[in-house]
C-alpha cells in the first residue's frame, strides 16, 4: 500500500484536515494583532477585539466552508467500492453518500457558527469542528473495531472540547465536564466489550468476526462484550438510560456544538452501530418478538429503543427551554431510529438511515432558529420565542416545519420516515413479533405531539414578553444564517414530498 | 512466571486500585495509581508482552501521574475533609459495582477457553518492538496517523481550555 | 498453572473498581483516574487474549497488542483534555466536587 | 380517457394558498380574489369531470423504495369520488363567497383565505386519493388546516384551546388509522385500493386479524367524523369563525370520515364484528348527541350537536353495511347543514356575534329570508317530508328496521329528539318578542350573505328527491317496508315539534333543567380529569424517581458556598452527576442482566 493510493482513497479525510489546519493558522496569526491592539488602547478593548474576532470568525468560517465543499467535491470523485487494511478504510456508494451528508451537517454548523458572538477563538473552534468531522467520515467508512474505537475517541475528543469551548458561560464547562465524563465511562465500557470480542473472534474487522461467530456457539462473555460495545453506541445516540448528559449538554454548550452533537454524531453513529450490529454480529440477531425472544443484540436495541421513546417523551413534556425540549425529544428519536435496526436486514437499516438522516437535517434546522433567536433575546426559554411570529414571521414558519417534522405530520419528511420505519419493523417478522414496540412508538409519537403543539403555541399565540420587545439590537439580519434556516426548512419539506430522493439511493446504497 | 507471582502482582494491582479509589487525599490515589499500573505492568511482561510493558510504565508513571499531580498541585487540591460519606449513594455504587462483578465471573465462568492455560511460543518476544514497529507502519498505518489528529485535537483542546482568559 | 481465566478475572475486578470509582467519589480528579483503571483493565484482557491466541509462526497475536499501543495513546489524550476541561471549571466555580457542578437541570 | 382536468381541479386551491401565502399576504382583496377564483375554477372542473362518462388522470409514481414500498400518486374517478368533488367544491365556493361578507373587516383576512384554500385542497385530495398513503397524508393536512382555520381568532384563549382539542383528539383517531393502514399494507402487500381489493380474499381466513384492521381504520373516522368517545372535539370548533364551522361540518372535514368509510368499505364489510361496532357507534353517537342538543343554548353549539347526531346516523348505515344510504344522507347533510349554519351565522352577525339563543326571539320579522331559509333547512334536517332531509334518514331508517331492530328503535328516537331541539330553536329564536337589545335592532344580511343561502335553501329543499339526486349517486332501493317506517318516524316528528312548541312558545327563559344533559354527560369534565391524572402520574412518577435518586445523592451537607444561584439549586439538587452516574450504571448492569441471564 503506497502512501499515494492512501492520499488518493482518503483524499476526502485529507481535504478536511488541511483546511482545518489552514484555519487553524488564521485563527492564531489574526488573534495575535487583536492582542496587540487591546493592550494599546486599554479603553476600546472590548470593541476592537470584538470586531476583530467577528472579523476572524468570517474568515475562517469561509475557509472552512470552501473546505468542506472541495472535500465532498473529493467525495464524489471516490471510486465506487475499494477497502483498504482490511476494512480499515472502506469505500463503497454507501460510505460515501453519508460522508457527504456528515460533511453538509458539518457545513451548515459552520454557518451556525459565524453568527455566534460569545466564541472568542474561532479559528480554533472551527478547526475543532472540521476533526470531529473527519472523526465522523471515519466512523462511516470502516468496518474495523479499532479504527471505530479511534474514531469514537476522535469524535468524542472533539465534541468535549467543542461542548465546553465558551469560557463565557460558565455552563458551558459543566456540560463540558458531563458529557466527557459519560462519555470517557462508556468509552471504557465499549472498549472491554471490544477485548472480550477479540478474545472470542482473535479478530477485529467485522467481516472477519461476523465468519467467525457463525461457526461458534454463542457463549455469554461474548453476549456480554457486544452488550457493552453497544453501550458505547447508546451514549451517543443518546440512547435511554444512558442520555442524562443529553439535555444538559444541549443546554449548556454552544449552539453550533450541541447542533452537531445533535446531527453529524447522531447520524454516524447510527451508521457505524447498524454496521456493527448487521455486519459484525449478524449472525447473533436474537429476535426481539414480544413473546419470542431470543436473546441477541435485537432485544436489548428493542429494550433500549422502548425505554428510549417513553422517557423521552414523558420527560420532554415537562421542559420549558427549548434545548432541553429538544434534547429530550432527541432520546425519544434514537428510540424511534433503533427500532429499524432492530427489525435488521438492509431494508431496516436503510429506514434507520433515513429517519436518522431526515432528523439530523431538521435539528440542525431547529438549532439554527434557536441560535437566532438567542441572538436576539439572550436566551432560549420558551419566554424568549414567545410571539415570534410577529418579531420575525419566516422563523417562525421555518419553526414550525421543524417542529411539525418532528411531530410526524405529513407531508414532512419526519412523518415519512416514520411510516417507512415502523411499516419494515412491521414486515420484517412474519409473526408481527414488533408491533409491540411499533405501538410504544406510535403511543409515543400521540404523546410528542403535545409538546410540539406547545411550542408552536408559544411561537404563535403567546405575547412577546415586554423586555423582549424593547431589545436594542433586535434588528440585526444575519441573511445567510436566515437563509440557511430556509434553506433546510425546504429541504424538510422536500423530502417528506419527495422522499424517494432520499430513500431510494440510501437502500440502492446499501452492501 | 510461577503462579504465585502473579498472585502477588495481581493482588498489588487490585488493593492499589481498590486504594486509588477509596483514598481521601488525591495525592496519595494518583500514588496509589502508579503503583497499581506498575503491577498491571508486571502482569503484561507476565504475558511476554515486554514492549507494551514498558509504555505503561513510561507513559503512566512518566506522563499521566505527573500530569495528574500538576493538576492537584495547580488547583491546590486537598483532602475532602468535612465531607460527610453519603451511605446511601455509596451502598447503591457499590451494589451496582458488585453485580457487575458477578456477573463478569459467572460469564467467565462459562467460557470454556477460559479453563486452558496459555500455549507455550516457539522463541522469546523480547524483540517485540521490531514486530509492533513492523505492524504499526504496515496494517496500522492509517490508524497511527489518525491518532496523530487526535493528539492535535487533544493539544487545541488543553490549551485552549485551561488557557486563562481576561474577563 | 495460570489459565486465561485468572486474567479475565483481574481485569474484570480491576474493571469494576474503576467503575465503582467513577459511580462513587465525587472528587473529579479521582473519577478521572478511576477511568483510567478501566481502560487498563480492557487492556490487560486484550494483552491477555494475545498471548492466549498464538500465532501459526509461534508468537503472540501482535494485533491485540498494537491496539493496547493506540489506547494507551488515546487514554493519555483523554486524560489531559479531562483535566483541561476541569481546571476550566475549577477557574469558574472553584470546585472539584461533581455535588457542586448542577446549575444544568431539570 | 385521460385529462388533467382532475390534475386542475386538485391543484388550483394548492396554488392558490401558495400565491397568498408567498405574495398576497398585504393585499386583502387580492387574496380573497384568488382564493375564490381558485375554488370557482375547482367547481367548474368538477363539474366537467362529472359530465364525463369515463375519464382518468394520469397517474405518477410517486415514492417507491426499490419495490419494497410502492406509492403511486394516482386520482381516483369513480362516481362515489366526482360526487364528492362537486359536493365538496361546490360547498366550498358557496362558503368562499359567503365568507367575503362575513370576514369583511377581519385583520387576518389574508391568512383565512390563504389557509380556507388549503384545506379546498386537502379536502379535495382525500377524495381524489387512490391509495392509503396519500389518502392518509390529505387527512393529516386536513387536520392540520383546520387547526389553522379553528385558531384563526388565536388570540382568543378559547379559540387556541379548541383548534388544539380539535388537532389532538382527532390524531388520536389517527394514531389507529395508521396502524390499521400498516397492518393492512403489511398482510397485503400494497396501498392502493384498487390492488387491495382482489387481494382481500387473501385474508378471509384471519377472521381476527381483518376484524382489527377494520376497527383500527375506523378509528380514523372516529377521530375525524366526532363519533362516540372522539366526539369532544366538535362543538368546541365552534370558536373558529362561523363559515369555518359551516365548512368542517357540512361537507367536508367531518364527512371525511365517513366518505373514508365508504371508500373503504371493501376491508370493513369483510368483518361482520367491525360491522355491529361500528353501527353502535353510529347509534350511540347520534342518540347522544341529540339528547345534548335539547339542553344547549348557543345557537352554534346545538347545530354542532345536530351535526353530531346526523353523523351517527351516517356511520349507522356504514355499519348496515349500506354505503348508498350513507352517502345519500352525506349529500343531503351537507345542503342543509351548510346552509343552517350559514343562515346562523347571518343571524350572529345581524346580531353583533350575539350566540345565545335566549337573547334573541322574534327574529322571524327582522331577518326575513334568512328565516325562511333557515326553516328550510331546519325542516329538512328534521325529516319532515318532502324536504331532502326525509328520503335520506328514512332510507338509513328502513334499512335499520330490516336488519337491527335494536338500532332502529334507537334511530327513531334519534328522530324524535331531533325534531324536539330543531323546533325549539326556531321557536326561541325567530318566534316571541325579541328578548335583547341587539335583536330588536336587527336587519337583513347583505346580498353576498342571502345568495349563498337562497342557493343552498333551493338545494336543501329538493335535495332529496329521486329525480335530482340519482344524477349523483346511487340510492338505495327500498323495499316492501316502505310504508311503516316513514309513517313511525313522521308521527315521532310531529311528537317531537308538538312538544317543542307547546314547551317552549312564549318562553324568556329555560323550563326544563337536565344537568346531565346540560354539561353534555360530562365528557369534557371526564376527559379532562383521565389527562389531568394520567399527566399528573406519569410526570409525577419521573419527576419522583429523579428526585429521589438524585436527592439520595445530595442528602449530605455541603461545605463550602459556591455560587449564589448554586445555593438555591442546593436545595433541589437536580443536575447532580453522580446521581446521573450511578442510573448510567444501574443501566449497564440491567441491560447486561436482560440480555445474557434473562
Same mark, same amino acid.
Given at each position: ?144 473495531l479499532l479504527?471505530?474505537f ?35 465511562t462508556?468509552s471504557a465500557f465499549t472498549l472491554f466489550g471490544i477485548s472480550l470480542i477479540y478474545g472470542m473472534s482473535g479478530i477485529t ?11 461458534v456457539?454463542?457463549q455469554p462473555l461474548l453476549a456480554v462484550g457486544?452488550?457493552m460495545t ?282 | 512466571m510461577p503462579p504465585f507471582l502473579f498472585w502477588l502482582f495481581a493482588s498489588l494491582m487490585l488493593v492499589f486500585g481498590a486504594a486509588v479509589v477509596l483514598n481521601?487525599?488525591?495525592?496519595a490515589s494518583a500514588l496509589s495509581l502508579v503503583v497499581s499500573f506498575l503491577g498491571l505492568a508486571a502482569l503484561f511482561m507476565s504475558l511476554d508482552a515486554y514492549f507494551v510493558g514498558i509504555i505503561q510504565v513510561l507513559v503512566y508513571a512518566g506522563a499521566v501521574m505527573?500530569?495528574f ?25 457499590i451494589?451496582v459495582a458488585l453485580i457487575l462483578v458477578i456477573q463478569i465471573f459467572s460469564v467467565i465462568g462459562h467460557f470454556q477457553a477460559a479453563r486452558q492455560t496459555f500455549p507455550s511460543l516457539e522463541r522469546s518476544t523480547t524483540d517485540d518492538v521490531w514486530n509492533i514497529g513492523?505492524l ?32 | 498453572m495460570i489459565t486465561l481465566g485468572d486474567y479475565l478475572i483481574v481485569s474484570g475486578i480491576l474493571f469494576a473498581i474503576g467503575f465503582a470509582g467513577v459511580?462513587l ?5 479521582i473519577?478521572l483516574m478511576s477511568l483510567e483503571l478501566m481502560l487498563n483493565a480492557a487492556n490487560l484482557s486484550l494483552v491477555a487474549f494475545s498471548r492466549f491466541r498464538v500465532s501459526p509462526a509461534g508468537l503472540p497475536n501482535y494485533n491485540a497488542q498494537v491496539f493496547v499501543f493506540f489506547i494507551i495513546t488515546v487514554a493519555a489524550?483523554?486524560v489531559?483534555?479531562?483535566?483541561? $476541561?476541569?481546571?476550566?471549571? !475549577? ?9 457542586? $457542578?448542577?446549575?444544568?437541570? !431539570? | ?588 448492569v440491567?441491560?447486561i442482566?436482560?440480555?445474557v441471564?434473562?
Open positions: 500500500m503506497s502512501y499515494l493510493e492512501l492520499l488518493k482513497l482518503a483524499s476526502t479525510e485529507a481535504v478536511v484536515v488541511v483546511t482545518a489546519l489552514v484555519v487553524l493558522a488564521i485563527g492564531l496569526t489574526t488573534r495575535r494583532e487583536a492582542t496587540g491592539v487591546t493592550v494599546a488602547t486599554a479603553q476600546g478593548d472590548q470593541n476592537v477585539g470584538g470586531s476583530s474576532s467577528a472579523r476572524t470568525n468570517a474568515i475562517c468560517s469561509f475557509i472552512a466552508a470552501l473546505g468542506l465543499a472541495i472535500a465532498i467535491g473529493t467525495a464524489l470523485m471516490l471510486p465506487r467500492k475499494a477497502t483498504l487494511f482490511s476494512g480499515m478504510l472502506v469505500i463503497t456508494p454507501l460510505t460515501s453518500l453519508f460522508k457527504i451528508i456528515c460533511m453538509a451537517l458539518a457545513f451548515f454548523a459552520v454557518l451556525l457558527t459565524k453568527s455566534e458572538k460569545s466564541l472568542r477563538h474561532p479559528g480554533e473552534y472551527l478547526a475543532i469542528l472540521l476533526l470531529a468531522t473527519v472523526g465522523l467520515m471515519l466512523l462511516v467508512s470502516s468496518e474495523e479504527m471505530i479511534i474514531g469514537l475517541e476522535l469524535l468524542g475528543l472533539s465534541l468535549y472540547v467543542m461542548v465546553a469551548f465558551d469560557k463565557t458561560d460558565v455552563r458551558s464547562a459543566e456540560a463540558g465536564l458531563k458529557y466527557f465524563l459519560f462519555g470517557s462508556s474487522s467485522l467481516a472477519a468476526i461476523s465468519e467467525k461467530l457463525a461457526t456457539s454463542v457486544i452488550v453497544l453501550i458505547g453506541f447508546a451514549f451517543k445516540i443518546a440512547a435511554a438510560p444512558f442520555h442524562l448528559w443529553a439535555p444538559d449538554a444541549y443546554q449548556g454548550a454552544p449552539i453550533p456544538s450541541a447542533a452537531f452533537i445533535a446531527s453529524g454524531s447522531k447520524v454516524a453513529s447510527f451508521v457505524v452501530l447498524g454496521k456493527i450490529v448487521l455486519v459484525g454480529f449478524a449472525p447473533l440477531h436474537g429476535d426481539a418478538a414480544w413473546h419470542a425472544m431470543v436473546a441477541g443484540w435485537s432485544p436489548v436495541l428493542a429494550a433500549l429503543a422502548a425505554l428510549s421513546i417513553l422517557v423521552g417523551n414523558f420527560v420532554a413534556l415537562a421542559q420549558s427551554n427549548l434545548r432541553r425540549l429538544l434534547a429530550y425529544s432527541a432520546v425519544a428519536h434514537a428510540g424511534y431510529t433503533l427500532i429499524g435496526l432492530v427489525a435488521g436486514d438492509r431494508e431496516g437499516f436503510s429506514a434507520a438511515l433515513f429517519y436518522t438522516t431526515t432528523y439530523a437535517i431538521t435539528l440542525v434546522g431547529a438549532f439554527g432558529v434557536v441560535a437566532l433567536v438567542r441572538r436576539e433575546t439572550a436566551g432560549d426559554d420558551f419566554s424568549n420565542f414567545s410571539g415570534l411570529i410577529s418579531r420575525s414571521p419566516m422563523l417562525a414558519g421555518c419553526m414550525s416545519i421543524f417542529m411539525l417534522s418532528l411531530a410526524g405530520i405529513p407531508p414532512l419528511a419526519g412523518f415519512f420516515g416514520k411510516f417507512y420505519l415502523f411499516s419494515v419493523a412491521l414486515r420484517a417478522d412474519a409473526g408481527h413479533g414488533l408491533l409491540w414496540l411499533v405501538a410504544v412508538a406510535l403511543f409515543g409519537s400521540l404523546i410528542s405531539l403535545y409538546y410540539y403543539l406547545i411550542v408552536l403555541k408559544v411561537i404563535f399565540v403567546d405575547e412577546p414578553s415586554l423586555a423582549i420587545a424593547s431589545s436594542p439590537d433586535h434588528l440585526s439580519p444575519d441573511l445567510l444564517q436566515r437563509i440557511a434556516v430556509a434553506v433546510l426548512a425546504a429541504v424538510v419539506l422536500f423530502l417528506g414530498l419527495m422522499p424517494d430522493a432520499l430513500a431510494a439511493g440510501l437502500l440502492a446504497a446499501m452492501p | 481521601r487525599n488525591p495525592v505527573v500530569l499531580l500538576f493538576i492537584i498541585m495547580l488547583l491546590n487540591l486537598r483532602a475532602e475533609e468535612g465531607r460527610r460519606i453519603n451511605w446511601l449513594a455509596a451502598t447503591g455504587g451494589v513492523a504499526l507502519f504496515s496494517n496500522y498505518n492509517l490508524p497511527f496517523q489518525i491518532v496523530g489528529v487526535l493528539v492535535l485535537v487533544a493539544t487545541i483542546g488543553v490549551v485552549l481550555l485551561s488557557k486563562r482568559e481576561p474577563r | 459511580m467519589r465525587r472528587n473529579l480528579i473519577i489524550a483523554e489531559a483534555v479531562g483535566l483541561a $476541561i476541569l481546571v476550566a471549571l !475549577f477557574r469558574a466555580r472553584q470546585t472539584t466536587d461533581v455535588k457542586d $457542578i448542577s446549575e444544568l437541570k !431539570f | 380517457m385521460s385529462s388533467i382536468l382532475p390534475w386542475i381541479l386538485l391543484l388550483a386551491p394548492l396554488c392558490s394558498a401558495a400565491c397568498i401565502t408567498l405574495f398576497a399576504l398585504r393585499w386583502k382583496a387580492l387574496s380573497s380574489f384568488i382564493s375564490i377564483m381558485a375554488v370557482l375554477l375547482s367547481f367548474i372542473c368538477s363539474c366537467l369531470v362529472f359530465a364525463r362518462a369515463d375519464i382518468s388522470a394520469p397517474q405518477f409514481g410517486w415514492i417507491d423504495v426499490a419495490g419494497a414500498l410502492k406509492v403511486p400518486f394516482g386520482l381516483t374517478q369513480d362516481q362515489l369520488s366526482k360526487m364528492m368533488l362537486v359536493l365538496v367544491s361546490g360547498v366550498g365556493a358557496v362558503i368562499h363567497i359567503y365568507s367575503l361578507g362575513y370576514m369583511r373587516d377581519d385583520e387576518g383576512k389574508s391568512r383565512y383565505f390563504g389557509a380556507l384554500s388549503l384545506f379546498m385542497f386537502a379536502m379535495l385530495g382525500i377524495v381524489v386519493a387512490n391509495n392509503f398513503v396519500m389518502l392518509f397524508m390529505f387527512w393529516e393536512l386536513v387536520g392540520f388546516t383546520s387547526y389553522v382555520l379553528i385558531g384563526h381568532w388565536f388570540y382568543r384563549d378559547a379559540a387556541a384551546a379548541a383548534a388544539k382539542k380539535a388537532f389532538i383528539t382527532t390524531r388520536i383517531g389517527d394514531f389507529g388509522f395508521m396502524i390499521g393502514i400498516l397492518m393492512l399494507w403489511m398482510a397485503t402487500g400494497s396501498i392502493v385500493f384498487a390492488e387491495i381489493t382482489p387481494r382481500m380474499s387473501m385474508l378471509t381466513s384471519h377472521p381476527t386479524f381483518l376484524t382489527v384492521v377494520a376497527l383500527l381504520i375506523f378509528c380514523g373516522a372516529v377521530g375525524k367524523s366526532a363519533q362516540f368517545p372522539l366526539h369532544v372535539w366538535l362543538p368546541d370548533a365552534m370558536e373558529g369563525p362561523t363559515p369555518i364551522s359551516a365548512l368542517i361540518h357540512a361537507a367536508t372535514m367531518v364527512a371525511a370520515g365517513v366518505y373514508m368509510l365508504v371508500r373503504v368499505a371493501f376491508v370493513i364489510q369483510t368483518s361482520q364484528t367491525a360491522l355491529l361496532v361500528i353501527a353502535w357507534i353510529g347509534t350511540i353517537t347520534a342518540v347522544l348527541a341529540a339528547l345534548i342538543a335539547t339542553q344547549q343554548n348557543d345557537i352554534k353549539r346545538i347545530l354542532a350537536y345536530s351535526t353530531l347526531s346526523q353523523l351517527g346516523y351516517m356511520v349507522m348505515a356504514v355499519g348496515l353495511a349500506s354505503n348508498d344510504a350513507s352517502m345519500f344522507h352525506l349529500f343531503t347533510h351537507a345542503f342543509f347543514k351548510a346552509l343552517l349554519f350559514l343562515a346562523a351565522g347571518s343571524v350572529i352577525v345581524m346580531l353583533h356575534h350575539e350566540q345565545n339563543i335566549w337573547k334573541m326571539g322574534g327574529l322571524s320579522q327582522k331577518l326575513p329570508i334568512t328565516f325562511v331559509t333557515f326553516v328550510a333547512g331546519a325542516l329538512a334536517l328534521i325529516g319532515c317530508p318532502p324536504f331532502s332531509g326525509f328520503f335520506s334518514k328514512d332510507a338509513i331508517l328502513a334499512l335499520a328496521y330490516q336488519r337491527n331492530v335494536p338500532i332502529f328503535a334507537v334511530g327513531l328516537f334519534t328522530a324524535f329528539l331531533t325534531a324536539f331541539y330543531v323546533i325549539r330553536l326556531l321557536v326561541i329564536v325567530f318566534f316571541g318578542k325579541p328578548r335583547s337589545e341587539v335583536a330588536r335592532e336587527s336587519r337583513e344580511s347583505p346580498a353576498v350573505m342571502t345568495g349563498p343561502l337562497i342557493v343552498l335553501a333551493l338545494l336543501a329543499t329538493l335535495g332529496g328527491f329521486a329525480f335530482f339526486a340519482r344524477r349523483f349517486l346511487a340510492l338505495p332501493i327500498e323495499k316492501e317496508v316502505a310504508v311503516f317506517v316513514p309513517a313511525v318516524a313522521i308521527v315521532a316528528l310531529i311528537l317531537g315539534s308538538g312538544l317543542a312548541i307547546v314547551l317552549y312558545r312564549n318562553r324568556a327563559s329555560e323550563p326544563l333543567d337536565l344537568q346531565l344533559l346540560r354539561h353534555k354527560f360530562y365528557f369534557d369534565e371526564f376527559y379532562r380529569w383521565l389527562i389531568y391524572w394520567t399527566q399528573e402520574l406519569l410526570a409525577g412518577v419521573f419527576a419522583f424517581f429523579d428526585r429521589w435518586i438524585i436527592d439520595a445523592g445530595a442528602v449530605s451537607g455541603s461545605g463550602r458556598g459556591t455560587l449564589g444561584i448554586g445555593a438555591l439549586l442546593r436545595l433541589i439538587q437536580i443536575g447532580n452527576l453522580q446521581a446521573y452516574l450511578f442510573l448510567f450504571g444501574l443501566g449497564i440491567a441491560l442482566y436482560f440480555a441471564f434473562h
